[in-house]
């Protein structure tokens, strides 16, 4: 019998950048880091171990917006673009490094990861990340989960049945279409749980999710295992709970081991360092400085005390932290087990796929070395969440409270001061949505497309990126745009349907703008009957 489980989850997201009305765009440069520091390295992870037959598994729950810009024909090509330009920079760097003995060697890294990158993206995989990822979910090493259509954080709409509805409905239409299934499990965005919501992931075939371990423990009754097993609700809903030792080994700013003096510093970029003549092709027309991916030095201290990045030392404390996860995650099996009537200890650790790669370049190193030297050890066994789900079908019932994985436990981070502004405007447009579906129940043609795009219009303007970015300051005013060209988009469309027009060149041409969810139907904003 296993002493104990682990079962990691990766969220992976992204808001919805594409920007086809501009040449280069300065946030679709999101995507195109996390492809090249994330997905890519997390995918040659997986060759190498399953090439070397080691049991792996996690989970990864896939956001409706990320599998939309996977998918994006334009976004694709732009992302090889990106990398022949990134190519370019990295040749140059090896000039200009060339004798440096701390240097030289960092430029020629760069130079072959984004040269292997290209040759992955455009050769191994033909630019089909989604059908990357679909191979290892068939052979069993990876759960996919789905998440809400537009990461909306779905505590702040659980008045309008209608529009949490239609953010679960088209998440499981857009998994349906990328990977030919329904999913089983739904991601909440941000952890944004609150009690009701079930009922709905249920009705669209759903069977799990993942809370945070302040909802599910102050949930009722308090569940009988604390966050080592999961609890189901009355409708037989299941919940896994987020432990809170195993996140804050890897997820904490300050003890995690991505906060490690060795580790390379994700902040100091020559986008920053050298001259703006030299870094300013490679940046954005517009001039504005921004991370290259190019990084040569050290977390260690401050800028003036940082130390040359060390990828000897780096990879020696990979494999220290390594150890240390294991170690720790078997210590809390052990301690857990005498409580748990003979069910092995289940550890649930959620991250921010992210995190592995672009925000801690060691991250795919550590993630691959954590399940190699999991071989060596009985105490512990990585499984999948619909793995467990499988083995363990009966659980305590329980219903978590409303909860979430942000600062305070709530809501806080997506309401307050600095974005509460969003939500009047927001709010209206689902009012008028829902209004326009029953008023125009049965449209096809051209009146169809219309309400449709009125839909997908109300869907962007909920995404919580908008009001995190507000409220962190970063991106502000493209968050602050995303919100204000939603909203003029919908009322548009509204006053075009009250006066029975409709501007088909304007229509056809925001539709290729915003080509999310082609299969939307507008009529999901319909009260239930």
Request: proline residues 6%.
């Amino acid at each position: 019998m296993d002493s104990g489980l682990v079962a990691l989850v990766l969220n992976s997201h992204l808001p919805f950048v594409r920007q086809p009305d501009y040449p280069r765009f300065l946030e679709e440069r999101w995507l195109f880091e996390s492809l090249s520091e994330t997905y890519l390295p997390l995918l040659r992870v997986f060759a190498r171990l399953e090439s070397d037959k080691v049991p792996w598994k996690l989970t990864l729950a896939l956001s409706p917006t990320l599998e939309a810009m996977f998918g994006d024909a334009l976004l694709r090509s732009r992302y090889t673009a990106w990398l022949k330009m990134q190519l370019e920079l990295a040749e140059k760097e090896m000039v200009r490094c060339a004798g440096d003995p701390d240097f030289a060697p960092l430029a020629t890294m760069y130079y072959n990861l984004y040269l292997k990158d290209s040759e992955d993206f455009t050769m191994l995989y033909s630019g089909n990340l989604l059908g990357a990822l679909d191979f290892y979910y068939k052979k069993g090493r990876i759960d996919l989960m789905t998440s809400g259509a537009t990461n909306a954080f779905m505590p702040i709409y659980r008045n309008y049945q209608a529009a949490t509805t239609a953010q679960v409905e088209a998440a499981v239409v857009s998994f349906r279409a990328a990977f030919g299934r329904s999913p089983s499990g739904f991601w909440m965005p941000q952890l944004g749980w609150y009690p009701g919501i079930e009922e709905t992931l249920s009705a669209y075939g759903l069977q799990y999710s993942v809370v945070s371990t302040r909802g599910a423990l102050l949930g009722d009754p308090t569940p009988r295992y604390g966050s080592y097993a999961p609890v189901s609700c009355p409708n037989g809903f299941t919940t896994f709970i987020r432990d809170i030792a195993s996140t804050n080994d890897v997820w904490s700013e300050t003890s995690g081991y991505p906060a490690d003096p060795a580790y390379r510093d994700f902040y100091r970029d020559i986008g920053f360092d050298l001259p703006l003549d030299y870094v300013g092709p490679y940046i954005e027309q517009n001039q504005i400085r921004t991370f290259t991916g190019f990084k040569y030095w050290s977390i260690t201290g401050g800028n003036d005390q940082k130390a040359p990045y060390s990828p000897e030392l780096a990879a020696a404390r990979v494999e220290e932290h390594a150890s240390r996860f294991l170690q720790a995650r078997a210590a809390q099996a052990k301690a857990a087990s005498v409580h748990m009537n003979g069910r092995p200890p289940l550890m649930v650790a959620p991250y921010d796929a992210e995190l592995f790669g672009h925000g801690w370049f060691e991250g795919p190193g550590w993630l691959e070395t954590v399940f190699r030297k999991a071989q060596a050890t009985e105490d512990l066994r990585f499984v999948t969440l619909s793995e467990y789900r499988r083995s363990y079908p009966d659980n305590f019932e329980s219903v978590p409270e409303y909860s979430s994985w942000g600062d305070g436990g709530y809501g806080g981070i997506w309401l307050e001061k600095s974005n509460d502004w969003v939500y009047r405007h927001v709010f209206k447009l689902i009012e008028r949505m829902i209004e326009l579906a029953e008023r125009f129940p049965n449209e096809s043609g051209l009146r169809e497309r219309v309400l449709n795009q009125a839909a997908r219009e109300v869907m962007l303007a909920q995404a919580s990126d908008w009001p995190f970015l507000l409220r962190a300051g970063k991106s502000g005013s493209f968050a602050r745009k995303q919100i204000e060209d939603a909203v003029t988009n919908f009322n548009r469309i509204y006053e075009m349907l009250c006066a029975n027009t409709v501007g088909t060149e304007w229509l056809t041409k925001l539709e290729k703008r915003n080509n999310i969810f082609p299969s939307i139907n507008y009529r999901v904003f319909r009260h239930k009957r």
